[in-house]
Nanobody, 125 residues
């Protein structure tokens, strides 16, 4: 199983980026998906989760209204559209997948079995 995250980079505050997470070895449509981030010196935190049979994602309050998760089953890829970025969004962003999460575990990074390598997002002020 491989998850390949990409799309990070340097952007000014107020700008946008779209992250991608491409999967091989699994079919995303059969998995629960999560995006997490980890800023320097901080713990990994939940950004958004997407249950496989539920079209309503769960967003962290800090990104609600600015970030949007989507998936393209034909490409076996999940996207994270990030708008109105602030310096507080600076972090390494990780995509994760798991086949058996329960709803209450969606926000817990240790509950996910499969991880991408992370992509760095830097937002300058």
């Amino acid at each position: 199983v491989q998850l390949q995250a990409s799309g990070g980079g340097l952007v000014q505050a107020g700008g946008s980026l779209r992250l991608s997470c491409a999967a091989s070895g699994i079919t995303f449509s059969s998995y629960h998906i999560g995006w997490f981030r980890q800023a320097p010196g901080k713990e990994r935190e939940f950004v958004v989760g997407y249950r496989r049979h539920n079209s309503n994602p769960i967003y962290a309050d800090s990104v609600k209204g600015r970030f949007t998760i989507s998936r393209d089953n034909a490409k076996n890829t999940v996207y994270l559209q990030m708008n109105s970025l602030t310096p507080e969004d600076t972090a390494v962003y990780y995509c994760a997948a798991d086949s058996s999460l329960i709803l209450s575990s969606m926000r817990t990074w240790s509950e996910y079995d499969h991880w991408g390598q992370g992509t760095l997002v830097t937002v300058s002020s």
